[in-house]
C-alpha cells in the first residue's frame, strides 16, 4: 500500500513539475540566471522524486527490484543536499543580484555536496544511515538524522538571509521567499516520525509552485535589470488600451530614449551604463503616478502610458519627468548627467493605428525632438 501511495503521490508532483517547466519555457527571459536557477531546481526536484520511487521498491523480491532499491537510496542520500543548495544559490541571487558572488557560492556548495556524496559512500559498508538487509528491506542507519539535518541547516541558512536582507527584498517576493523553507521542513518532520512515506520532496513541490505563481510568472512581465515592466508587457498593455480606446476613452504615451547613453558606456564602462538604466527607472517611477504604466521598451528606451485625454496634461507630465531629472542632475551623485529625449502623443481611436504603428508614431516625434534645435530634453 505505502508503495502504491508513494507512487501515485511522486507521480502527481512529477507531472505538476513537467507543467511548470512547459508553462515556463513559453515564457519569461530564458537567458536570465534567476530563469536558470529556478529550472534547476524544479529538475532537481523531478530528478529526486523518480529515484525516491525507485527506492520504495522495499522487500519486494526479484532480480531487479533490490537493484532499484539499492540504486535509488543510494543516490537519494548522495544527493540529499541538492535541493536545498539550489534553494539557497536562488535566495542569494534574489538578494543579491550578482552572478559573479553567486557563481563563487555555487563553487563552494559543490564542495560540500561532493563532501557529503564521499560520506555516503565510505558509509555504505558501516551501515551509518541506512542499510538494505538480505530480504531486500531497508532500515534506518544509526546516524540516519544526520542527513535531514544537513537539508534543515542549508534551508536555515537561506532562511537567514532572506531575514537579514529583506528591506531588499520586493515585498511582493518577500511572503514566497520566506514561506518556501516551511513545508519541506514540515516534511522531514513527519517522516521521521511517519516511516515509509515521503513528505519531505512532495512537500517541497508545494514551495516551488508558489514560488512560480508569486515570483517568476511575477517576472515573465519584469524587465530583469531595471525591475519595471519590460517590452512584452508594455505590448500586451497597450493593446488592451488601444481596443479600449473610443471618442470618449483615450490614453496618452511617452517615448523617452536616453541622450548620449553610448557616451556613459564608453567612459565609465558597461557596469555603470546598467546603474544608469536603473537610476533612470528609477526617477521615472518616483515623479509618476502610481497608475501610469512604466515600461523599458529596449535598450536605452522607456515608454510611459497614462491615462490623460488632453496633450496639455501630457505635455506637464513630460516637465515633471523634466525636473525629477534635473533634481538628481543638481546632486552631482555621478560624474556624468541624466538626460532623455521625449516624443508623446494622444492615441486618437478615430485613427484606427494599432499598436505597432502607434509605437512607430511615438519612436518617430522622439527623434524628431532629438534632433530638434530646441528639444524637449529631461
Same mark, same amino acid.
Given at each position: 500500500?505505502?508503495?502504491?501511495?508513494?507512487?501515485?503521490?511522486?507521480?502527481?508532483?512529477?507531472?505538476?513539475?513537467?507543467?511548470?517547466?512547459?508553462?515556463?519555457?513559453?515564457?519569461?527571459?530564458?537567458?536570465?540566471?534567476?530563469?536558470?536557477?529556478?529550472?534547476?531546481?524544479?529538475?532537481?526536484?523531478?530528478?529526486?522524486?523518480?529515484?525516491?520511487?525507485?527506492?520504495?521498491?522495499?522487500?519486494?523480491?526479484?532480480?531487479?527490484?533490490?537493484?532499484?532499491?539499492?540504486?535509488?537510496?543510494?543516490?537519494?542520500?548522495?544527493?540529499?543536499?541538492?535541493?536545498?543548495?539550489?534553494?539557497?544559490?536562488?535566495?542569494?541571487?534574489?538578494?543579491?543580484?550578482?552572478?559573479?558572488?553567486?557563481?563563487?557560492?555555487?563553487?563552494?556548495?559543490?564542495?560540500?555536496?561532493?563532501?557529503?556524496?564521499?560520506?555516503?559512500?565510505?558509509?555504505?559498508?558501516?551501515?551509518?544511515?541506512?542499510?538494505?538487509?538480505?530480504?531486500?528491506?531497508?532500515?534506518?542507519?544509526?546516524?540516519?538524522?544526520? #542527513?535531514?539535518?544537513?537539508?534543515?541547516?542549508?534551508?536555515?541558512?537561506?532562511?537567514?538571509?532572506?531575514?537579514?536582507?529583506?528591506?531588499?527584498?520586493?515585498?511582493?517576493?518577500?511572503?514566497?521567499?520566506?514561506?518556501?523553507?516551511?513545508?519541506?521542513?514540515?516534511?522531514?518532520?513527519?517522516?521521521?516520525?511517519?516511516?515509509?512515506?515521503?513528505?519531505?520532496?512532495?512537500?517541497?513541490?508545494?514551495?516551488?509552485?508558489?514560488?512560480?505563481?508569486?515570483?517568476?510568472?511575477?517576472?515573465?512581465?519584469?524587465?530583469?535589470?531595471?525591475?519595471?515592466?519590460?517590452?512584452?508587457?508594455?505590448?500586451?498593455?497597450?493593446?488592451?488600451?488601444?481596443?479600449?480606446?473610443?471618442?470618449?476613452?483615450?490614453?496618452?504615451?511617452?517615448?523617452?530614449?536616453?541622450?548620449?547613453?553610448?557616451?556613459?558606456?564608453?567612459?565609465?564602462?558597461?557596469?555603470?551604463?546598467?546603474?544608469?538604466?536603473?537610476?533612470? #527607472?528609477?526617477?521615472?517611477?518616483?515623479?509618476?503616478?502610481?497608475?501610469?504604466?512604466?515600461?523599458?521598451?529596449?535598450?536605452?528606451?522607456?515608454?510611459?502610458?497614462?491615462?490623460?485625454?488632453?496633450?496639455?496634461?501630457?505635455?506637464?507630465?513630460?516637465?515633471?519627468?523634466?525636473?525629477?531629472?534635473?533634481?538628481?542632475?543638481?546632486?552631482?551623485?555621478?560624474?556624468?548627467?541624466?538626460?532623455?529625449?521625449?516624443?508623446?502623443?494622444?492615441?486618437? #481611436?478615430?485613427?484606427?493605428?494599432?499598436?505597432?504603428?502607434?509605437?512607430?508614431?511615438?519612436?518617430?516625434?522622439?527623434?524628431?525632438?532629438?534632433?530638434?534645435?530646441?528639444?524637449?530634453?529631461?
Amino acid at each position: 500500500m505505502d508503495l502504491l501511495a508513494n507512487i501515485i503521490i511522486n507521480a502527481y508532483s512529477i507531472i505538476l513539475l513537467g507543467v511548470i517547466i512547459i508553462t515556463a519555457m513559453k515564457q519569461g527571459e530564458k537567458e536570465t540566471l534567476q530563469y536558470k536557477l529556478y529550472m534547476g531546481m524544479v529538475q532537481v526536484a523531478i530528478l529526486l522524486l523518480t529515484l525516491d520511487t525507485l527506492s520504495r521498491f522495499d522487500g519486494s523480491p526479484g532480480t531487479v527490484y533490490p537493484l532499484l532499491n539499492h540504486g535509488g537510496n543510494f543516490l537519494l542520500f548522495a544527493l540529499n543536499l541538492t535541493l536545498p543548495s539550489s534553494w539557497l544559490l536562488y535566495v542569494f541571487h534574489q538578494i543579491f543580484v550578482d552572478e559573479r558572488k553567486t557563481k563563487r557560492l555555487f563553487w563552494s556548495l559543490l564542495a560540500i555536496n561532493l563532501l557529503n556524496m564521499l560520506i555516503i559512500i565510505v558509509s555504505l559498508p558501516l551501515d551509518w544511515f541506512y542499510y538494505i538487509d538480505s530480504n531486500n528491506v531497508y532500515h534506518r542507519g544509526a546516524l540516519f538524522p544526520l #542527513a535531514s539535518v544537513g537539508t534543515i541547516a542549508v534551508l536555515v541558512i537561506a532562511y537567514i538571509l532572506i531575514l537579514r536582507n529583506r528591506k531588499k527584498i520586493e515585498k511582493k517576493h518577500y511572503f514566497a521567499l520566506a514561506f518556501f523553507a516551511v513545508p519541506p521542513c514540515a516534511g522531514i518532520i513527519l517522516q521521521i516520525f511517519i516511516y515509509g512515506m515521503s513528505f519531505m520532496l512532495n512537500l517541497a513541490v508545494v514551495s516551488l509552485f508558489i514560488l512560480f505563481l508569486n515570483i517568476q510568472q511575477q517576472n515573465i512581465h519584469t524587465d530583469y535589470l531595471t525591475g519595471i515592466n519590460n517590452r512584452k508587457s508594455l505590448d500586451d498593455y497597450m493593446r488592451k488600451k488601444i481596443n479600449m480606446s473610443n471618442w470618449n476613452q483615450a490614453f496618452g504615451a511617452i517615448m523617452l530614449d536616453f541622450d548620449d547613453f553610448k557616451g556613459i558606456n564608453d567612459v565609465f564602462g558597461h557596469d555603470e551604463g546598467d546603474i544608469a538604466l536603473k537610476t533612470a #527607472a528609477r526617477l521615472l517611477s518616483s515623479c509618476l503616478r502610481l497608475t501610469d504604466f512604466i515600461a523599458r521598451f529596449g535598450g536605452d528606451e522607456f515608454c510611459v502610458i497614462t491615462d490623460v485625454s488632453d496633450e496639455k496634461e501630457l505635455l506637464q507630465i513630460v516637465e515633471r519627468i523634466q525636473e525629477c531629472f534635473k533634481r538628481y542632475n543638481e546632486t552631482k551623485e555621478k560624474p556624468y548627467k541624466l538626460s532623455m529625449s521625449a516624443g508623446y502623443s494622444i492615441y486618437d #481611436a478615430e485613427s484606427g493605428r494599432g499598436m505597432d504603428d502607434f509605437q512607430k508614431h511615438l519612436d518617430k516625434k522622439m527623434y524628431e525632438n532629438k534632433q530638434n534645435t530646441l528639444p524637449i530634453v529631461l
